[in-house]
Nanobody, 124 residues
Framework: QVQLVESGGGLVQAGDSLRLSCAAS????????LGWFRQAPGKEREFVAS????????FYADSVKGRFTISSDSAKNTVYLQMNSLKPEDTAVYYC?????????????????WGQGTQVTVSS
């Protein structure tokens, strides 16, 4: 069992930066993938970024590539999402997710555990 708690959301202006954190309780094994998804009002939850806990592989949605960076700290069982050059269209609730033996790290249905989400609002 894995529990995930996100933090770091808030209200910022376009062009600003935010760093989201996701603290995982329970043991994260190397075959896990950790990811960030987001859901804007009236839209489906969409993939943002993910990484394999074993290291070396990161994945990004085209809409955030070059602006967002996902990273992890295994000693703290924490995954981060550094978001730079934020745009109003990045406004959403951001969710952290963990999945065991994920084949496709960009696919929402592959993830088994979800956090409660943290709101990110970007004003123009």
């Amino acid at each position: 069992q894995v529990q995930l708690v996100e933090s770091g959301g808030g209200l910022v202006q376009a062009g600003d930066s935010l760093r989201l954190s996701c603290a995982a309780s329970g043991r994260i094994f190397v075959r896990y993938a950790l990811g960030w998804f987001r859901q804007a009002p009236g839209k489906e939850r969409e993939f943002v970024a993910s990484l394999r806990w074993s290291g070396g592989s990161t994945f990004y949605a085209d809409s955030v590539k070059g602006r967002f960076t996902i990273s992890s700290d295994s000693a703290k069982n924490t995954v981060y999402l550094q978001m730079n050059s934020l745009k109003p269209e990045d406004t959403a609730v951001y969710y952290c997710a963990a999945g065991w033996a994920v084949v496709s790290p960009t696919t929402r249905d592959e993830y088994d555990y979800w956090g409660q989400g943290t709101q990110v609002t970007v004003s123009s």
